[in-house]
T-cell receptor, first 113, second 116 residues
Framework: SQQGEEDPQALSIQEGENATMNCSYKTSINNLQWYRQNSGRGLVHLILIRSNEREKHSGRLRVTLDTSKKSSSLLITASRAADTASYFCATVRGNNAGNMLTFGGGTRLMVKP | EAGVTQFPSHSVIEKGQTVTLRCDPISGHDNLYWYRRVMGKEIKFLLHFVKESKQDESGMPNNRFLAERTGGTYSTLKVQPAELEDSGVYFC??????????????FGPGTRLTVL
């Protein structure tokens, strides 16, 4: 299995509801990042959480990191139709292993108006 | 400020042909990365340039893939000869050189490659 696996693979909610996506990884990390991809577009960086951080907020986004469980979650509160996209977690490994991102398979989020 | 641009946006070629993808990073960004997503799989790292030097090419699948970044500006990724399994979306990303693992990578829109 792959580093950075997202759960669920697909999520459909109504506008105004909260959306929670989870990510698991296998190796030690320097940081974990979440990206969004709208259809046909590039990946947009949303938020980065360092390995020594447990929670981070950015607007309607809340990210948690549990290094003991090697997992992270992304919560989008009060979702909007414009949040419809694919969301990916990506890790940067620790131990000076370089800055390459290791991605999970992504969660496809659909927010219905 | 212009973002990362990639050309072409789509390419359809036949097996055995050659294709060259181009990436123009954000001006001043020393780091340039190539990633790709083949059908049904995760986005995977291919290689990393710092200026014109290959810092890490551990993700390059085989010797049919050749990446260059002459002059440390734009980069090209050539696939020769292309195989069916090379079909997918090829992303380029760039980041400024601060030497840190927390540098945000800015992604281009990708090139969708279809090999028939």
């Amino acid at each position: 299995s792959q580093q950075g696996e997202e759960d669920p693979q697909a999520l459909s909610i109504q506008e105004g509801e909260n959306a929670t996506m989870n990510c698991s990884y296998k190796t030690s990390i320097n940081n974990l990042q979440w990206y969004r991809q709208n259809s046909g577009r590039g990946l947009v960086h949303l938020i980065l959480i360092r390995s020594n951080e447990r929670e981070k907020h950015s607007g309607r986004l809340r990210v948690t990191l549990d290094t003991s469980k090697k997992s992270s979650s992304l919560l989008i509160t009060a979702s909007r139709a414009a949040d419809t996209a694919s969301y990916f977690c990506a890790t940067v490994r620790g131990n000076n292993a370089g800055n390459m991102l290791t991605f999970g398979g992504g969660t496809r989020l659909m927010v219905k108006p | 400020e212009a973002g990362v641009t990639q050309f072409p946006s789509h390419s359809v070629i036949e097996k055995g042909q050659t294709v060259t993808l181009r990436c123009d990073p954000i001006s001043g960004h020393d780091n340039l990365y190539w990633y790709r997503r083949v059908m049904g799989k995760e986005i995977k790292f291919l290689l990393h340039f710092v200026k014109e030097s290959k810092q890490d090419e551990s993700g390059m699948p085989n010797n049919r893939f050749l990446a260059e970044r002459t002059g440390g500006t734009y980069s090209t990724l050539k696939v020769q000869p292309a195989e069916l399994e090379d079909s997918g979306v090829y992303f380029c990303a760039s980041s400024p050189w601060t030497g840190g693992a927390t540098d945000t990578q800015y992604f281009g829109p990708g090139t969708r490659l279809t090999v028939l």
